[in-house]
């Protein structure tokens, strides 16, 4: 079974930046498609950025041009680095491996990590 596990999340005030890191089990971040979604109360856990096996990025468009999703295969871990962060950008992180439906991309692995927290404040 691939373990997810998330970290670097924190307090944070707005402008400033985290590196979140997802550490995974076997070799899911060389071969698979990653992603890292938001949890907030109340709401959807929306994908926020994805990575291809072939390096291809994809992000929503609230954190285009703030956010970055990169990978080390050799270390099996994805990142996310989140600059000028917004109070809006506040939540539970997570990662998982993707598949990909016609546009779309949805989790591949029904079991998440524990996430990461993190708070923007204003």
């Known amino acids: 079974q691939v373990q997810l596990v998330e970290s670097g999340g924190g307090l944070v005030q707005a402008g400033g930046s985290l590196r979140l890191s997802c550490a995974a089990s076997?070799?899911?971040?060389?071969?698979?498609?990653m992603g890292w979604y938001r949890q907030t109360p109340g709401e959807q856990r929306p994908l926020v950025a994805s990575i291809t096996p072939g390096g291809n990025t994809d992000y929503a468009d609230s954190v285009k041009g703030r956010f970055t999703i990169s990978r080390d295969t050799a270390k099996n871990t994805v990142y996310l680095q989140m600059n000028s962060l917004k109070p809006e950008d506040s939540g539970v992180y997570y990662c998982?491996?993707?598949?990909?439906?016609?546009?779309?991309?949805?989790?591949?692995?029904?079991?998440w990590g524990q996430g990461t927290q993190v708070t923007v404040s204003s």
């Open positions: 076997g070799s899911v971040v060389r071969i698979l498609s």
């Open positions: 998982n491996a993707l598949r990909q439906s016609g546009s779309s991309w949805y989790p591949l692995f029904g079991s």
